[in-house]
């Protein structure tokens, strides 16, 4: 069972996301059942297709990642990216961005690994 933890930034971010889409939520919610497999700490499988997860960087101990969230009612280039790091059994949500808001991916990802001291180190 992994143990899933959210930045205050992630939860702000996420926050405005789910007043303006209704099935953010949903589409969180099965993210998390699907990290479940795909980076259980004794026997991970890959679920999650290459063209939808990317990994941001590598460190010594954790993984900062980065996910196109599928959410019921968008077009596949309005899915919200999600920043995240993980690091054996523990999941941490950094940030959240859309396409639709004219993020800058590059500026997320230097975000992300400011974020996640917070977590790890």
């Known amino acids: ?14 926050a405005s996301l789910k007043r303006r889409f209704p099935f953010f939520n949903s589409g969180l919610d099965s993210f ?5 497999v795909q980076f259980d700490p004794i ?7 290459p063209a939808k997860l990317h990994r941001i960087k590598s460190f010594n101990n954790f993984s ?6 599928a ?21 941490a949500f950094l940030c959240v961005a859309t396409h639709i ?4 991916d590059n500026a997320m ?3 992300a690994e400011t974020l996640v001291s917070s977590f790890f180190n």
């Open 71 to 91: 959410v019921k009612n968008l077009r596949p280039n309005q899915f919200p990216r999600v920043w995240f790091a993980v690091q054996g059994a523990t999941v």
């Open 109 to 111: 990802d230097r975000e």
């Open 43 to 49: 026997n991970p499988r890959q679920v999650i297709p």
């Open 101 to 104: 808001d004219n993020h800058d």
């Open 1 to 14: 069972m992994l143990n899933f933890v959210f930045h205050p930034r992630f939860e702000k971010e996420s």
């Open 64 to 69: 900062i990642w980065k996910i196109e969230l």
């Open 32 to 36: 998390k059942r699907i990290c479940e």
